[in-house]
């Protein structure tokens, strides 16, 4: 197979997959490579992301590691063998590889799971609101960028067909991005998602107590199989991914504890609509 230039994120992540079977068989990439009977550098490519690795060679590979968890190698095989395009790639090039990286996880997602802080979660955002964050950018984006990350932004929004569970603080809901109409405007298209049969939304008001467990903000993705859920982390210089088991059970269990000192969705639709009204 070719050598890739730049992996993407699911590509990158069936090789630390891979990697992580053979470390956990206690083998060499040079044994590795002996068993496949490939060379070195194929092995280390692999396991770069930099080259793809056929169905048959990658269960030969579980075979040899003695990885017995069947749903697991047959997520790895889907993995390696899908050939979408999806529509993201229309923004290869023109924007920065995190949002594409991030189309192509809501595509493959089983489920997301959103907690938020100082913002209204991205696929819940409306046109203007998500401009006005864009637009609070430094360094200051030129009216191209703003649009395609605007365009890519709602497209994503589209395309969304995963139930969606999603925990706002109250911050977030009177933290006023754009003007008081976009600020009404957010909150009413909240109301309106909040509706939805594949979306659970719930809120943290400022006076309720366990709040420190929602410190910081985070997006959850389900994967096929467990082992293959992803941590969405935002930084100054873009967002990141986590995907080691010990930090996946320990976002799972924060998201737990915030949804237990959450409102429940009726009285965080109640509460969302006081705020409609104050406006």
Known sequence: MPTRREPTARQLRLAVELRRLREAAGLTARQAATMLGVSNVQISQIEAGLSGVSEQRLRRLASHYACTDDELVDALVEMATDRTKGWWEEYRGLL??????????DHHATYVQDVAILHVPGLLQTENYARAVFSSRIPELTPEEL????????????????????????????????????????????????????????????????????????????????KLDTVVRDAPHGAFLIDSEAQLGAYRTRF????????????????????????
């Open 96 to 105: 920065p590889t995190p949002f594409l990286d991030l189309a192509e996880l």
């Open 256 to 279: 737990r504890k915030v949804e237990d000192v959450s409102l429940d969705p009726d009285r965080s639709r109640d509460f969302i609509h006081r705020l409609t009204k104050e406006l």
């Open 147 to 226: 649009d395609l990350r605007v365009c890519h932004r709602l497209t994503r929004q589209e395309k969304a067909a995963f139930p969606h569970e999603v925990i706002v603080h109250e911050s977030a809901l009177r933290i006023r991005v754009g003007d008081r109409v976009a600020a009404r405007a957010q909150l009413v298209r909240l109301l309106a998602a909040s509706e939805s049969d594949r979306i659970t939304l719930r809120v943290i008001p400022f006076d309720l107590d366990g709040f420190a467990r929602a410190s910081s903000t985070m997006t959850y993705v389900g994967g096929a199989v467990r």
